[in-house]
Nanobody, 113 residues
């Protein structure tokens, strides 16, 4: 059973930093992604990284967030810096598996102004 597990969320002041982790055991996934969601809005893409290390970012986080992965540990990271109140939300890890998306339970990030 593939079930990503996120950790590292919390409460931080604007301008601060957090590092999220996602462990996805069972396979070496072609891509791992971070998404976020706030109440009343659709889940949105934050960043993705391929097995080879190619990354993509939402325009809103470029230059502030960095996605990375450790294939040996089957873990993806999201280093978030210069956090803003609008970065608040539940952050989810996503991996593709057996033709479907597998999501973690999410980790809450709250940025206070």
């Amino acid at each position: 059973q593939v079930q990503p597990v996120e950790s590292g969320g919390g409460l931080v002041q604007a301008g601060g930093s957090l590092r999220l982790s996602c462990v996805a055991s069972g396979s070496l996934f072609s891509v791992m992604g971070w998404y976020r969601q706030v109440p009343g809005k659709q889940r949105e893409l934050v960043a993705t990284i391929t097995r080879a290390g190619t990354t993509t970012y939402a325009d809103s986080v470029k230059g502030r967030f960095t996605i990375s992965r450790d294939n040996a540990k089957k873990t993806a990271y999201l280093q978030m810096t210069s956090l803003k109140p609008e970065d608040t939300g539940v952050y989810y890890c996503n991996v593709p598996f057996a033709g479907s998306d597998r999501w973690g339970q999410g980790t809450q990030v709250t940025v206070s102004s």
